[in-house]
């Protein structure tokens, strides 16, 4: 009873609390530390498990435990908050994490690798790079409609103002041209930047066979492959099929009480990354079925006859999240359900 088996950190950028508890639960201390007394502190611990919430650093700080001999957890602040005591503070913040930690039917966060964590960062700067240059183009659109010079949305028309701003027989002020070469400028920098993190990104997708494997459904493309290595778990920590796609967030929202079922709209709570790029890829695919009337679509095509297209994509988009944890699980390639029952 005298050594501690759990400790609850509060993490912070300079000052953490701990929460040292025994294995019945009991307390065993409660300190602050600074950054730099932080790891040396922890690596005088005998070994036991280490729970924090899975926030900012979190990762970073659960890979140097690990290292140490030590069991990490990570539990989603959402499922800590509830055993939160009265007031807000670290302290009471650090014990809650541990009261989280040791409810046997608890759900934790895995801890990413370096390399996830780099993905994530090549995903997210892309994602901040495409932000950018969007609001470029919107603004410099904003500044020229202003002088009668009016582009219809979207990187693709923006030629149609750069051609207009190069016209010398346009009446636009002498100002007015520079500042708008300026934004031009801007945006064909981000645009190679842009195009730079692409081939990036599809080069980073041909390294692992798993990412060759999700590409052979059709509607997942490089982009949603790579982002399922870089966000998701490993696919077999899911029971099933349905326990993946929510996680994602493609299932309704649940409100039932009493024995009936009431579900409402798309839930959203789950990854983001993954859940837009399955629903761009499903929006490919209904597409594809309604422009060139693909054969073997017959579930689609009914769909679409009852649905809004949007719906349709959900709903295709659950779908195929179930299909990629069956392909991943029993490492096979895609098949599709005529093909299979042929």
């Known amino acids: 009873m005298s050594e501690v088996t759990l400790i609850g950190i509060d993490l ?20 602050k530390l600074s950054r730099g007394q932080f790891l040396a502190f922890v690596a005088q611990q005998p070994k036991c498990l280490i729970a924090m919430e899975a ?8 890979r140097e435990f690990e290292k140490l001999g030590h069991d990490v957890r990570l539990i989603p602040p959402i499922y800590v908050k509830p055993f939160v005591k009265r007031q807000k503070n670290d302290v009471a913040d650090a014990e809650a994490i541990v009261e989280a930690a040791l409810r046997p039917t608890m759900r934790f966060v895995a801890v990413k690798t370096e390399d996830q964590q780099a ?9 901040m ?14 500044h020229l409609a202003e002088h009668g010079l009016v582009a219809a949305r979207g990187p693709a028309h923006i030629k149609t103002l750069a051609n207009a701003i190069a016209d010398t027989d346009t009446t636009l002020l002498t100002e007015v041209r520079e ?100 629903v761009s890829g499903a929006m490919a695919v209904l597409q594809a079925v ?43 390639d895609y098949r599709h359900p005529a093909a299979a029952m042929a």
């Open 179 to 278: 500042l708008a070469r300026m934004y031009l400028e801007q945006i064909e920098g981000l645009n190679a930047r842009v195009a730079e993190l692409d081939a990036k990104m599809r080069c980073a997708a041909k390294k692992a066979d798993s990412i060759r494997r999700a590409q052979t459904m059709p509607g997942v493309g490089p982009f949603t492959a790579l982002a399922i290595e870089t966000f998701a778990p490993d696919l077999a920590t899911f029971k099933r099929d349905r326990d993946f796609a929510a996680w994602l967030g493609l299932v309704p929202k649940q409100h039932s009480t009493g024995g009936k079922a009431r579900l409402g709209k798309t839930s959203k709570m789950g990854q983001r990354d993954i859940r837009t790029l399955l």
């Open 55 to 62: 926030c900012a650093t979190a990762h970073g700080w659960g």
């Open 290 to 332: 309604e422009r060139f009337d693909t054969p073997n679509n017959g579930w689609l095509k009914r769909l679409l006859t009852r649905k809004p297209r949007m719906v349709a994509a959900i709903a295709l988009a659950n779908k195929m999240a179930r299909g990629l944890w069956a392909m991943m699980t029993k490492q096979e």
């Open 119 to 127: 993905r994530a960062m090549l995903f997210r700067t892309r994602q």
């Open 12 to 31: 912070a950028k300079r000052v953490f609390q701990l929460h040292g508890a025994h294995q019945d639960g009991s307390v065993a201390f409660r300190k």
């Open 129 to 142: 790079f495409v932000g950018q240059r969007t609001q470029m183009i919107n603004a410099l659109r904003g």
